[in-house]
Structures are given as C-alpha cells and as structure tokens.
C-alpha cells in the first residue's frame, strides 16, 4: 500500500500508512512508480515479501502515491459473462503451457497486431519479475505458472504508460490484485489497454522461493537458470516439478521431481500455509472480475466434455467484456473449444472466488523461516515420510512396468 497521504495536514499520515502496509499491502509497488519525488521504495518485509519503504523526509505531501493505489481507488469490475474450455491444437506450445495454451495465443497476437505484453518471467536471479515486451521469444519465457509474488519495477509501469500515450495496445497480464494496481496507476481504463488476471488463492513470498533456490543450488552444485511448477512433458498436466541447472563446466542439465511434496516450497504453496496475509482476505475473488478475460484451469474438464484429452492439460477462458470478447474471437480458432455454463467454470475453479482459510501454521513458518532457516522449515513442516515418498512413486513405477512390457 502506499503511503496515505492526508490533505489537510500536507505530509504523509505515518500511522494510517503503517497500519495499512501491515494489514492490506499487496506489494503491487504502484505507489513507488508514482511518487513524483522517490519519497518511496521497494523492499522486502520481515517475510520477505515486496513492500514500499517511505521515506519521510522527501514526502510533500503531493497525493500522487494514493492516487496509484488500488486500496485506496475503486477499480470498475465486470461479470464474468461466457466461460469456455479450450486447448491448443499446437502441440508444441501446449505442452509449454501449464494449461490450455490461451494467454501464449492471447498475447501473440496483440504483438503481431503490433502491441506490447507485460507478463512475468524469471530474471537472472530467479526472481519473477513482470517484463514489457513485444517479443514473441519472451511470450514463450512468460508461459507457465510462476507461484511466487512477483516484482513490477517504476520502468514497467512508466512503459505501459508511454506505450499507450503513443497509441500502442498494451495486455498486461497479471493476478487479479495487480490488474487493478495497473489501472490505478493509470488513472483508469485506456481504450487501448487490455487485461489478463487469473484465479488465485494467494502466493508466497520471494524470500522464501530466494531460500528454496539457494538449497537447489547447493545440492546441486549449480546455478539454477529455470524452475517449472508444472511441466507436462513427463506426467502431462499435473503437479510435476522441473529444476533446470547450469553446472560449472557451462552444461545445463535437469532434474524432474514427480512429486511436488519432495520441493518444500511447492509442497508449502499446496498446503496454503505461507501466502500473504492479505490473501486470506482477498478482495478480488469474486465472480465480478477487474479484467477484461480472466484465464486458468479447467479442472475436471473431462467430467464436463470428455472429448477432450485432459491430460494435456485444458484451459478456463471466461470473457468479462467487450474488449475481452473480441481478444478471444481473434484467436479461438486456433483451439479446441466448448462453451460452458459460467456456474460449471466456478464449480471446476474455486479460486475464482474464493480464497483460502488462514492456516493455523502459518504465522510459525514465517518465524520458522527467520529465526531457524530454510533447512528447518523444510524438515518440520514439509518433510515426507518414507512411506508417504514410497506412496508418491507407485504411479511412476506402475507407468514404467507398463513401458516395460
């Protein structure tokens, strides 16, 4: 959240700021690309969570921070009005995707038609960082899940400005919290800016996910270049998890993880007990949607349409507007498609609108985290037993006595 600023007073009201950054902050960072005089910046929390950092002493008092900020802004939301299934009919890119393949088609095409996309990536340090691009090569590198919280720098979000003050179509892609932080910090709605959010239940903080690479790394004995929550080349659509690694000698090698429950991070995100705490409230799972389509998975498709192979993995394609009817008219030929109920999309993606409860572990691992380690954690909370690892790899033996036949 940024720093509340009170009119009448001319300064920044630190006890309404500070009680708000606890409480409510998303860490979208609008407030830091807004502040007219770098009265705010960006750093982690004691969980390693994005925070603005205010800086007193430069503050004018200006408002501009607030004026960015979705907490205090009213971001105009609309119906969730058609809802289909869909799954690529490129192969290729399919299995890229972690579900259906509909933002990689999403995006590619406002870039052929001469826009820009603003997605997430990982960066050299393997932080997930939204980048501004109009290039297809990293489209690709935006594709997957990335369950993490993820950085918006002050240079994204001035060049999605720029970029549409001089006409250009933007698709800012995003989960639903940082769509609205988007256009607050545009003042609105440009005709020309379309939006992509996803149903999600909350996401961990990059602190944490900093701490997981590091203990990959040192097992390893290399520098971790690309982390896959879901890979589908392996187990098809699934929870499989994929650690790319570059060794000394300059060889990048490897290693798929069957069971996400072995990665103490994935298995901490599945359990849903180190989110931000605003995610336990969020405000934005509701069936009135601040995007323009809204993109996830279609779980148990199959039990819907059997005609599709489930597991390659389906897409949830739910429109919410005009703009976002016509985005999906552009590409949905290049698809296998049917059209569902919306109530049917709700029922097969709770986190549409819903999010999660607040785990009673939740405030230990953070602690955990801070005053033991990641080793620590990793073996109190998320340690399998030898039984549970045994269980995990019978599907993996029975495929392999199949293959074997």
């Given amino acids: 959240m940024c720093a509340v600023v009170s009119e009448k007073r001319g300064q920044a009201d630190d006890g309404c700021c500070a009680k708000r950054v606890e409480k409510e902050c998303t860490g979208c960072l609008a407030c830091v690309a807004a502040c007219p005089n770098s009265a705010i910046m960006q750093g982690p929390n004691d969980e390693g969570f994005y925070r603005p950092k205010l800086d007193a002493s430069r503050c004018t008092g200006c408002g501009a921070c607030a004026g960015a900020c979705h907490l205090v802004q009213t971001c105009e939301r609309s119906a969730l009005e058609s809802a289909f299934a869909a799954q690529s009919v490129d192969v290729g890119e399919l299995l890229e995707s972690t579900s259906g393949g509909a933002f990689r088609a999403l995006a590619s095409s406002v870039i052929r038609h001469g826009g820009l996309v603003c997605g997430v990536v990982w960066d050299e340090e393997m932080r997930a960082v939204h980048a501004l691009t109009d290039n297809l090569e990293m489209v690709r590198r935006m594709s997957g899940s990335k369950y993490v919280q993820s950085l918006i720098g002050e240079d994204v979000y001035a060049g999605i400005g720029r970029s549409l003050a001089s006409g250009r179509q933007v698709l800012f892609s995003g989960l639903p919290c940082q769509v609205a932080a ?26 944490f996910f900093a701490e997981q690479i590091s203990d990959l790394e040192r097992k390893l004995k290399g520098r971790i270049v690309d982390f896959r929550f879901r890979d589908k080349r392996k187990n098809g659509f699934s929870h499989t998890t994929v650690v790319e690694f570059e060794r000394p000698s300059g060889e990048v090698s490897s290693v798929t993880i069957d069971d996400y429950r072995e990665v103490p991070y994935h298995h901490a995100f599945g359990k849903c007990d180190c989110f931000d705490m605003p995610c336990y409230d969020c405000r934005y799972a509701s069936a009135e949607r601040v995007s323009d389509i809204t993109l996830g998975s279609f779980w148990g498709i199959e039990e819907v349409d059997p005609s599709f192979d489930a597991k390659n993995g389906v897409s949830m394609v739910l429109t919410n507007t005009r703009a976002g009817d016509r985005l999906w008219d552009s590409v949905k030929e290049s698809f296998k498609v049917s059209q569902q109920d919306v109530q049917t999309a709700i029922e097969h993606n709770a986190g549409l609108v819903r999010g999660k409860e607040l785990p009673p572990a939740r405030k230990e691992v953070y602690a955990a985290l801070k005053s033991r380690g990641f080793s620590y954690v990793a073996r109190k909370f998320y340690r399998l037993s030898i039984s549970r690892r045994i269980y995990s790899r019978l599907p993996v033996l029975a495929r392999i006595r199949r293959m074997l036949k």
């Fill in 182 to 207: 988007a256009k607050s910090y545009l003042g609105g709605s440009p005709e020309n800016l379309l939006t992509v959010d996803f149903p999600c239940y909350g996401v961990p903080s990059p602190g």
